[in-house]
């Protein structure tokens, strides 16, 4: 119990830094900024609580405001993408699998999983986006930011997600 | 009753959610007024702390770059110096307006600062500063860097701040065009962080492409001819009845590093008089 919420302690803060440091500097041609850090809300697996699913997301999306200056953009998409979680892994996985399946290419298959992570990710930065503009004024501009942001941290999970089995 | 609790039992995450995402909402909508709270931005005491050792780290990276943009300014103002002194000795009038500049700039002391943290990319921008409350930085404070304008100071800790400069989609500073006296609103379009939007420039006025742009000194905040930057294009606006210059900014946000803030004295007569004239008209709209 505690061993696993060291693990996941571990990992939050680690994908926390590197966003902080790295990715929010990232972007091509001032659109497609990746944020990886949703990748942690992703990893839970099936039949997770959903209150700490909930309560995670939301101080995952809170400490990520601190670094950006939106205050509440990140904290209330992560809450959401926390409380859809659960109903996008359920669309995603194979039939007759564990209550308690993780969510891996090895479990999922390739296809599920990354139609997983694109949903999800895609979901994600339709609300980050939508918030932060909070209008439909520059409707191009929010478009690109949310297909090229997608299709950005999707890749760069993949890569994550490789690194993590190898180890 | 007992139905009521199976409820709650089973659906309590809703209720969970719900509380965040108020929660998340709350604080979005108080950043948006200047009387909001601080603290939850990159200016607090932990994430301020932690930007100023990494732009710390940082800064020794670019020290050669610093050094030629310092040297090439150096050759710049001593041009400028040799030009005036040209123009006093031929006895111009022109130099009176540069002297005044400069007197002007002398009732403004201002408070040099680092900037720790920056944004580009977003359509509200903010930089961070490591001087606050206890370096008498105050909210709407202008900011100037080595090249010209930077933006307005946003809200302040005790020892950091935020500015909101140019670059962010909320900042609306007056500005004219330098030997042209045609004034317009400086906006920033949320595109390009090199460039911004000088408009409501009058359909009659006359100026060329590579006109410079500088602070019309109608605010408290910046005293009159600070540089801003060239004009770049000229568009018509919307409904045609204005002009809309694209102004390349003289400021590199993306390499921004040592600003100073303008410390304004009050200008108590104009205070009084504006106050006095926002008093009369709100007196005539309620007879």
Redesign the interface.
């Given at each position: 119990m505690i061993v696993s919420f060291l693990r996941r302690l571990f990992f939050f803060a680690l994908l926390l830094l590197v966003q902080a440091f790295i990715l929010n500097q990232v972007n091509i041609l001032g659109y497609a900024t990746p944020m990886l850090f949703v990748f942690f809300l992703l990893m839970f697996s099936r039949g997770s609580s959903r209150l700490s699913l909930l309560f995670w997301g939301f101080v995952m999306g809170f400490l990520m405001d601190l670094f950006t200056n939106t205050p509440g953009v990140g904290a209330a998409s992560c809450t959401l993408l926390g409380m859809i979680q659960p109903v996008l892994l359920n669309l995603f996985v194979p039939r007759e699998s564990p209550d308690d399946l993780e969510p891996s290419i090895k479990q999922q298959g390739w296809a599920k999983f990354s139609g997983y992570l694109l949903l999800s990710t895609f979901l994600f930065y339709i609300s980050y986006y939508l918030l932060l503009a909070f209008s439909l004024a520059h409707l191009e501009d929010l478009v690109i930011n949310v297909v090229g942001g997608t299709l950005f941290t999707f890749v760069l999970m993949l890569g994550l997600n490789s690194l993590y089995i190898r180890s | 009753m007992n139905n009521l609790l199976l409820f709650l039992q089973k659906y309590?995450?809703w209720f969970?959610?719900l509380i965040?995402?108020i929660?998340?909402?709350?604080?979005?909508?108080?950043?948006n007024s200047f009387q909001g709270s601080v603290y939850?931005?990159?200016a607090?005491v932990?994430?301020g702390y932690?930007y100023e050792v990494?732009s710390r780290i940082s800064s020794y990276f670019s020290l050669q770059q610093v050094n030629e943009e310092l040297t090439s300014r150096n050759v710049q103002l001593a041009l400028e110096i040799s030009n005036l002194r040209k123009q006093l000795e031929a006895g111009e009038d022109s130099t009176h307006r540069a002297v005044s500049v400069s007197n002007v700039l002398n009732d403004y002391p201002n408070i040099s600062a680092t900037v720790v943290n920056a944004?580009?990319?977003?359509?509200?921008n903010?930089l961070t500063i490591n001087k606050g409350n206890a370096d008498n930085v105050k909210p709407e404070m202008g900011v100037m860097g080595g090249n010209g304008l930077v933006g307005v100071v946003f809200k302040t800790t005790e020892h950091y701040a935020?500015v909101l400069p140019l670059i962010n989609t909320r900042s609306n500073i007056s500005c004219k065009i330098r030997g042209r006296g045609y004034y317009g609103y400086l906006r920033w379009d949320?595109?390009?962080?090199r460039y911004a939007m000088l408009e409501d420039v009058p359909r009659h006025a006359s100026f060329k492409k590579g006109d410079l742009v500088e602070t019309s000194g109608y605010s408290e905040m910046f005293p009159e001819g600070i540089f801003v930057g060239k004009v770049e294009a000229i568009y018509n606006s919307a409904d045609g009845l204005s002009f809309q210059l694209k102004v390349r900014l003289s400021t590199d946000f993306g390499r921004l590093r040592d600003v100073h803030i303008i410390q304004h004295t009050p200008d108590l007569e104009r205070r009084l008089l504006q106050d006095e004239v926002v008093k009369s008209e709100e007196k005539e709209e309620r007879s």
């Open positions: - | 309590y995450y969970v959610f965040l995402e929660v998340s909402i709350v604080l979005l909508f108080q950043f939850f931005t990159s607090n932990m994430s932690i990494q944004t580009l990319n977003r359509t509200n903010f935020l949320g595109k390009d962080s």
